[in-house]
């Protein structure tokens, strides 16, 4: 079966240190990849998607960046965290056709 | 499209009622939208999805309605229990041009269920 892993579950971080949250997925080849913030009581909001290796599009001018280095591995990263880079975030898959989209259990980043 | 900035709606409802909760999407290329719940603290769990080749679909106590006309969504949850507090999303898969597959969220509702 599938599964995706994401991690840390909480992260605490200075303003201007650099992030690197990874995802991966198991159990599937060739995924659409997500991620996706959260602020809290707002809705989803899609960061960057890939639909294979080294194919990132990127969705909202941010201080955030995304990398795919391998087929099932999503790694969001950023070089100088800000405050308003605090939030829920959430790592997702979903396959090339008309499937649902399986989500991480979320990583709530707290920027101090 | 997405609406990240505003505050969540809500909807309450007493234990038995049936609730509906709406959504509206953006892409008239989408063919194909999913519901999701979601916890607080976790990730967004699927409920019901919907083909655009189709307009209603049901499942175990739920039943999603798919108006293309005027792109709209709803999600019909009968005999709302307390376990039914969450929140709830609208998704869209884009069908076609470079943005194929991508997976873009509604604006979520937050559904309270009163004993």
């Known amino acids: 079966s599938q599964t995706i892993h994401q991690w840390p579950a909480t992260l605490v971080q200075p303003v201007g240190s650099p992030l690197s949250l990874e995802c991966t997925v198991e159990?599937?080849?060739?995924?659409?990849l997500y991620w996706y913030r959260q602020a809290a009581g707002r809705g989803l909001q899609l960061l960057f998607y890939s639909v294979g290796i080294g194919q990132i599009s990127s969705e909202v001018p941010q201080n955030l960046s995304a990398s795919r280095p391998q087929d099932r591995q999503f790694i969001l990263s950023s070089k100088k965290l800000l405050l308003s880079d605090s939030g829920f975030y959430l790592c997702a898959w979903s396959g090339q056709v008309n499937t649902e989209a399986f989500f991480g259990q979320g990583t709530r980043l707290t920027v101090v | 499209g997405e609406s990240v900035g505003l505050h969540l709606p809500t909807l309450s409802v007493q234990e038995g009622d049936n609730s509906i909760i709406n959504c509206a999407y953006s892409n008239s290329a989408s063919d194909y939208f999913i519901w999701y719940k979601q916890e607080s603290g976790k990730g967004p769990q699927f409920i019901i999805d919907i083909r655009s080749n189709m307009d209603k679909r049901q499942g175990q106590r739920v039943t999603v309605l798919l108006n293309k006309t005027v792109k709209h969504l709803s999600l019909q949850i009968a005999a709302t229990q307390p376990g039914d507090s969450a929140v709830y999303f609208c998704?869209?898969?884009?069908?076609?041009?470079?943005?194929?597959?991508?997976?873009?969220f509604g604006q979520g509702t937050i559904l309270t269920v009163h004993p």
């Open positions: 159990g599937t080849s060739n995924p659409n």
């Open positions: 998704a869209e898969r884009n069908a076609g041009g470079t943005s194929y597959g991508k997976l873009t």
